[in-house]
């Protein structure tokens, strides 16, 4: 499956990613957004997740902001990364946001944009053949270790579990 499509990403997705070795999951999608509150951030945390040359990073710096997404923005207390990376969203119509906010989630979803974080990305890295089910549970697995990731311990083990049973079905 080589889906080739236009993605926005917030900070998290690419912190987390980069902090697992994994950005490679994100080379089949044609372009990955990043607004340029997002990439400040990233660059003051991680760097070296913008120099990966397995993904084509657009950085975009003039970004034109929509009152729905002002609107979205107040209701969810949306920091600038999140906030600019919706504009981008609505302004070059794209529909699908990475972020691991639970704010942008809820956001993205009242304007009609899908979601894809760090676990589901991951995911995906398996049923892509970008990655096999072994390296995702293994990277699963150090999500804890390796990352600043806040998830519920009991969401990542449902989530390595979920990963187990697709990879045995299709043995």
């Known amino acids: 499956m080589t889906n080739k499509t236009l993605v926005v990403a917030d900070a998290g997705v690419l912190i987390h990613l980069d902090e697992l070795g994994a950005l490679d999951v994100l080379r089949n999608y044609e372009a990955v957004f990043v ?8 660059l003051h945390h991680r ?12 950085h975009v710096s003039d970004v034109s902001y929509s009152p729905k997404v002002t609107a979205m923005a107040r209701l969810f207390t949306l920091h600038s990364g999140e906030y600019e990376a919706l504009n981008v969203c609505l302004d070059q119509e794209i529909d699908t946001l990475l972020t691991d906010d639970t704010a942008a989630r ?23 053949d970008l990655r096999s089910p072994d ?11 390796k990352t ?4 519920r ?7 390595i579990e979920q990963v187990k049973q697709e990879w045995l079905n299709n043995k």
């Open 148 to 151: 600043t990731l806040h998830i």
């Open 106 to 128: 809820l956001a993205a979803n009242n304007l009609n944009i899908k979601v894809h974080g760090t676990l589901g990305l991951l995911i995906r890295a398996v049923r892509c």
């Open 35 to 42: 607004p340029n509150a997002v990439w400040v951030e990233v």
């Open 135 to 145: 390296n995702i549970l293994q990277l699963l697995a150090d999500i804890p270790k």
């Open 153 to 159: 311990p009991q969401l990542l083990i449902s989530v």
């Open 47 to 58: 760097p070296q997740a913008l120099k990966n040359d397995s993904i084509a990073l657009i």
